[in-house]
């Protein structure tokens, strides 16, 4: 099993906001998914029928985020860095 980490910067419509959206892709299907962010919890959410599950933070410019995602025991991690 593998746990993809894909991020992207979005605009938040609703608060005019700039956020990080997280998305988490994996093989399980319809189960909890962690997300962590600099080794702090940042959400549990539950994975689709697709195996992807979605997480979302404000961001800071020129800092560097460690971003973990943990499935069934299974780990995942990035460093993105915001510019």
């Known amino acids: 099993m593998s746990i993809e980490i894909n991020i992207e910067k979005k605009l938040e419509e609703e608060f005019d906001t700039e956020m990080l ?3 988490a892709e994996t093989n399980y299907k319809n189960t909890e998914i962690s997300f962590y962010i600099d080794e702090g919890h940042l959400a549990t959410t539950m994975t689709d029928n697709k195996g992807v599950a979605i997480a ?3 961001y800071e410019k020129d800092k560097t985020y460690f971003i973990e995602v943990e499935c ?5 991690s990035v460093e993105y860095e915001i510019k």
Do not use: C, W
């Open 72 to 76: 069934d025991g299974e780990r995942s």
């Open 21 to 23: 959206e997280i998305k």
């Open 56 to 58: 979302g933070i404000s």
